[in-house]
């Protein structure tokens, strides 16, 4: 797994990592019961604070993606992973039907927003 963080990014450095995190747990990069980097080594990795790595990690083990196992380490937590996949797909087709209702707002017609999508498709279905 390998993380990104950019300072460029309006998000917080923890959100990047969560989302890094989620994502490689989500594709499968990621196999049940795998051990993530301690709090310091990926702190040290990511030349960020070690607070900001405890926050991503306590916000991901409230989502259930990882645990915590005193003294071990914190290890990725797939069994519930279908159930956060499922609710994400719903964010992401709530948040572009919003899209959808905005673009059709500002007078971008069904052809246009068609091309688009199978522009970032490229042909995959």
Do not use: C, W
């Amino acid at each position: 797994m390998h993380i990104r963080i950019s300072y460029d990014n309006p998000s917080p450095m923890y959100e990047q990592i969560e989302e890094a995190i989620k994502k490689a747990a989500l594709s499968g990069e990621l196999s049940d019961n795998q051990p993530l980097p301690s709090v310091r080594q990926l702190s040290a990795d990511l030349q960020v604070s070690q607070i900001t790595v405890k926050r991503a990690y306590a916000d991901l083990e409230r989502e259930g993606f990882i645990y915590t196992v005193s003294g071990r380490g914190t290890f990725v937590r797939l069994s519930d992973i279908k159930a956060l996949g499922d609710i994400r797909q719903k964010e992401i087709m709530t948040e572009a039907e919003d899209t959808l209702k905005r673009a059709m707002e500002a007078g971008i017609s069904k052809e246009q927003f068609t091309k688009l999508v199978e522009k970032v498709y490229g042909g995959r279905d």
